[in-house]
């Protein structure tokens, strides 16, 4: 596609449950990041991708979240057992062969209730 | 460790005034990027500039210019003859050489009144 496109763009969900975070990256970009931005806040970085592989997990909060990437493409963000802190705008990015700068889609808003 | 500091949270300007933003990073390496996003009230981060450890030459682009200073671990990016549609949330990032992670300042809100 053009851009990086993230889906849903608005996610409600209750405490407790499952939720998967969809990221398309630009055809082509072998890196991907996932970022979070509480409101008003920085952003937190999660973890990136070159190619399939996450060689830095490093900002993952907590077990409960987890990612994959598959044929170098989609990458797909999971919260378990979603808690209301959970509740952020998740960022996803993507460069190509990660020597260029990131092109961020959109975002999902989480909304945990 | 890396880290980019953005001390300015907010800054208002009335529309064409000048204003400077500013940007210092922390970093052992030798090379790395730096990069500055503008975050609108949309919420999509929109690439600005890229420079590399090696580049210290200032770029100018309309009315956005960028400083780059080693020396002082900055780079301060202005905005001349600011309008109403340069209201947003900007942000300084800093990247080591192998671009694994994306080290963004808190960012600067800068609201431009008519």
């Known amino acids: 596609g053009a851009g990086v496109s993230q889906s849903p763009s608005n996610k409600v969900t209750e405490k407790g449950k499952d939720v998967e975070l969809r990221c398309d990256p630009i055809s082509g970009h072998t890196a991907l990041y996932w970022y979070r931005q509480s409101l008003g806040q920085g952003l937190e970085f999660l973890i990136y991708f070159q190619g399939n592989s996450a060689p830095d997990k490093s900002g993952l909060p907590s077990d409960r979240f987890s990612a994959e990437r598959t044929g170098g493409s989609v990458s797909t963000l999971t919260i378990q057992r979603t808690q209301q802190e959970d509740s952020a705008v998740y960022l996803c990015?993507?460069?190509?062969?990660?020597?260029?700068?990131?092109?961020f889609g959109q975002g999902t808003r989480l909304t945990v209730v | 460790a890396q880290k980019v500091t953005q001390a300015q949270t907010e800054i208002s300007v009335v529309e064409k005034e000048d204003v400077t933003l500013d940007c210092v990073y922390e970093?052992?390496?030798?090379?790395?990027?730096l990069f500055w996003y503008k975050q609108p009230p949309s919420g999509e981060l929109v690439f600005l500039i890229r420079?590399?450890?090696?580049?210290?030459q200032n770029e100018i682009s309309g009315r956005y210019s960028w400083n780059f200073q080693k020396s002082t671990s900055s780079f301060n990016f202005t905005i001349t003859a600011s309008q109403v549609v340069d209201s947003a949330v900007y942000f300084c990032?800093?990247?080591?050489?192998?671009?694994?992670?994306?080290?963004f300042g808190s960012g600067t809100k800068l609201n431009v009144k008519p």
């Open positions: 990032a800093l990247t080591p050489y192998n671009f694994n992670k994306f080290y």
């Open positions: 420079r590399n450890s090696f580049d210290e």
């Open positions: 970093t052992r390496d030798t090379t790395y990027y």
């Open positions: 990015a993507s460069s190509l062969l990660g020597q260029n700068e990131a092109f």
